[in-house]
């Protein structure tokens, strides 16, 4: 199966940059969407298509895409950002929705 | 605006069915397709049936085959999941969510989500 590899936990102090990996083979062939997560709160997504921002997400939020490697990046951290980030595909070969293992972002 | 109602709480017994459910509104639903995820305590988010808007064409994970069945009605904008031969290990939060929409392909995000319901298996 595929697996979707991120970093369990990353730490950043407020105002500083977190990025967030996702790892996977031949994923910058696939279209990377990313989701937070806080405690006890339904997933929102927060990047569609490897880069794009939903409406309402704000600029700090953004994404890119290199070989084996999908990065979500949060510039001038705020406490508000603290929470789980995953990262998700779909495989058309296999016909799944895979999501990615998970980060716990700690401001 | 979209939204997505789920109900509330469900307690299942071991080896027995329970079938959650979420409403949709703000949105044309036979023009999307529309999944389920779970969450399990303490673990990652998993994916496991997508159904496309017209409800010709059902996913599964391979993991979880067999015992989840999606369906949905146009009627009254509703689309359920239904676990058979419920086991401990499923206990957690069932989110909807929406997904592609029929004119595109199924590499959509799921970009708008339920509140979850809690199911709890216990005898």
């Known amino acids: 199966s595929y697996v979707l590899t991120q970093p369990p936990s990353v730490s950043v102090a407020p105002g500083q940059t977190a990025t967030i990996t996702c790892g996977a083979n031949n994923i910058e062939s696939l279209s990377v969407h990313w989701y937070q997560q806080k405690p006890g709160q339904a997933p929102v997504l927060v990047v569609n298509?490897?880069?794009d921002r939903p409406s309402g997400i704000p600029e700090r939020f953004s994404g890119s895409i290199s070989r084996n490697t999908a990065t979500l990046t949060i510039a001038s951290i705020e406490a508000v950002d603290e929470a789980d980030y995953y990262c998700q595909v779909w495989r058309s070969d296999s016909r799944q929705y895979v999501f990615g293992t998970g980060t716990k972002v700690s401001v | 605006e979209v939204q997505l109602l789920q109900s509330g709480g469900l307690l299942g017994q071991p080896a027995g069915p329970v079938k959650v459910s979420c409403a949709a509104s703000g949105f044309d639903f036979r023009s999307y397709a529309m999944a389920w995820v779970r969450q399990t305590p303490g673990k990652g988010l998993e994916w496991i049936s997508t159904?496309?808007?017209?409800?010709?064409?059902?996913y599964y994970a391979d993991s979880l085959r067999g015992r989840f069945t999606i369906s949905r009605d146009t009627s009254n904008n509703t689309v359920h999941l239904q676990i058979w031969s419920l086991r401990a290990e499923d206990t957690g939060i069932y989110y909807c969510?929406?997904?592609?929409?029929?004119?595109?392909?199924?590499?959509?995000?799921?970009?708008?989500w339920g509140p979850g319901t809690l199911v709890t298996v216990s005898s």
């Open positions: 298509d490897d880069s």
């Open positions: 159904i496309s808007g017209r409800g010709d064409v059902s």
């Open positions: 969510a929406r997904g592609f929409p029929t004119w595109f392909g199924e590499a959509r995000p799921f970009d708008s």
